[in-house]
């Protein structure tokens, strides 16, 4: 048992009796003789203002990942936040060093809201990726500092656990169904009960001339016509759409009824082809499929909740809890699919998950692997502490990024953990990760796709 907290204990129990006589005016008011006694009982805890905000990007594999690091008055005492947006790396790490280091430093760090609403509206034009994404990483640094200064993890801030650990589910692909399955079933046998199922990428090959026939054969008419750049890459929806049934009869075929299979649809065909979609999926019994439509098409939800009662996770491109308001309280979506840095942080997404869980939406937090390790942390954080939980997508973090980032989350029997020590629980080893600096030229071509006549696929 810590001593100094039993004391704090103790002295803001005797607090409670002193503002209680106070209070009564027994004390007379203001009740000083309270106040007192709250400094000392927090004598531990000196006024303390931000020093230092700085960005650290590294990318130990393909995708850059990056970090907002905020250097407190206190030697040795900082924190990080996940401010991870790899298609506009540089942009971040600008934002977060031009800007965010000149509008934090003096500030009293433990004024997180505060910080929050003045950074956020600083800018005039806000609701943006770039700078909510560098936003994010110092909300998120700005938890992990009050955490280790209350000496707690950062669900114990949040309203302590709704559950012993988080439930996630794996990405099971392949280049046929059979594939897929069989996937499936390896991450059935880990523990896994969630599997979110994909015939490979939106562009993969397989999917190009119709797997199973001759895939190399379809060289996309915009490509022999040279429209485009080089990396643009060609996806046929028809084939990708009969894909999905596929995967999910041969799944439920082969790996049974118990497992919840889930599929993004990642907004890449039209509106009405993914409502025909879905309505094919029924009898699957999806646990959910996410964005259906791109954000820019939000008005087709109405049509699609006409026809087909799949549960639907969506939002990983929203920038603000705003956004949220409408699709929540005319039942939209079962599922908020926040990326949490897109928004802005443990901050606004704690907001968005209380408003879910009063019209019973579930959280499903985006953690892919453009997500850092210490974002993974922030989602957990959340995932414990609030009520309406719904599921969380989680990756397999190599041994090169557990070295850069310790304390990263674990999974085990398909479930996600926390490093259970104040804060978020993740440190970043800045000479490992400098080792790893990201890429001056950022070509992604992930987001580059195209029909057959060169018409670009909103991502
Ligand atoms: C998901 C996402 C990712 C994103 C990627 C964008 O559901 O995990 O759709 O696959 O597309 O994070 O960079
Ligand atoms: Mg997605």
Not at 35 to 57: E, F, G, H, R, S
Not at 85 to 99: E, G, L, N, P
Not at 148 to 159: D, T
Not at 174 to 196: I, K, L
Request: hydrophobic residues 40%; proline residues 5%.
């Amino acid at each position: 048992m810590n001593v100094k907290n039993v004391n704090r204990r103790v002295a803001l129990r005797g607090i409670g009796l002193g503002s209680l006589a106070g209070g009564m005016g027994l004390m007379g008011f203001p009740d000083k003789a309270a106040a007192n006694n709250y400094q000392k009982a927090t004598k531990a805890l000196p006024p303390l203002k931000i020093t230092n905000v700085k960005a650290i990007a590294t990318q130990p594999h393909g995708i850059e990942l990056i970090v907002v690091k905020v250097e407190t008055s206190e030697p040795g005492l900082y924190g990080i936040g996940c401010a991870t947006f790899r298609q506009r790396a540089h942009a971040v790490v600008t934002a977060i060093d031009k800007s965010l280091n000149d509008l934090c430093k003096g500030r009293d760090v433990d004024n997180i809201e505060d910080i929050w609403q003045s950074v956020y509206q600083s800018s005039y034009w806000r609701n943006g990726p770039v700078l909510n994404n560098a936003l994010s990483g110092l909300d998120q640094a700005l938890w992990d500092i009050k955490g280790k200064r209350a000496n707690m993890p950062v669900y114990q801030l949040l309203g302590g656990k709704c559950r012993f650990a988080v439930d996630c589910y794996a990405h099971a692909s392949g280049t046929s169904p059979e594939e897929v399955a069989d996937s499936v079933q390896g991450y059935m046998d880990q523990g896994f009960r969630h599997v979110r199922i994909q015939m490979g990428g939106y562009g993969a090959t397989q999917l190009l001339g119709g797997y199973g026939d001759d895939q190399t054969a379809v060289t996309p008419d915009f490509k022999k016509a040279g429209f485009g750049m080089p990396d643009d890459n060609y996806m046929d929806a028809v084939v990708y759409a009969k894909s999905v049934v596929d995967i999910f009869k041969t799944t439920r075929e082969r790996c049974g009824e118990k497992v919840e299979l889930l599929h993004d649809i990642h907004e890449r065909v039209q509106p009405m082809e993914a409502i025909n979609l879905i309505k094919k999926l029924e009898e699957y019994r999806p646990f959910f499929i996410e964005d259906p439509f791109s954000p820019e098409n939000n008005r087709y939800f109405k049509l699609l909740r006409q026809h087909t009662t799949v549960p639907i996770a969506m939002g990983e491109l929203f920038n603000s809890p705003h956004e949220w308001i409408d699709p929540m309280k005319d039942q939209m979506f079962d599922f908020i699919r926040i990326h949490i840095s897109q928004i802005g942080g443990i901050s606004p997404a704690m907001k968005v998950a209380r408003l879910g869980e009063i019209f019973n939406v579930r959280t499903a937090w985006h953690g892919p692997g453009d997500v850092s390790p210490v974002g993974h942390a922030a989602n957990a954080h959340i995932d414990l502490a609030v009520w309406n939980f719904g599921i969380q997508e989680r990756v397999n973090f190599s041994d090169r990024v557990r070295e850069i980032f310790p304390g990263a989350p674990y999974i085990e029997n398909g479930y996600m953990h926390v490093n259970e020590v104040p804060g978020l629980g993740v440190d970043i080893d800045e000479k490992i990760a400098a080792k790893y600096p990201i890429q001056e030229v950022q070509l992604n071509s992930w987001t580059h796709l195209r029909k057959m006549d060169g018409t670009v696929i909103r991502p």
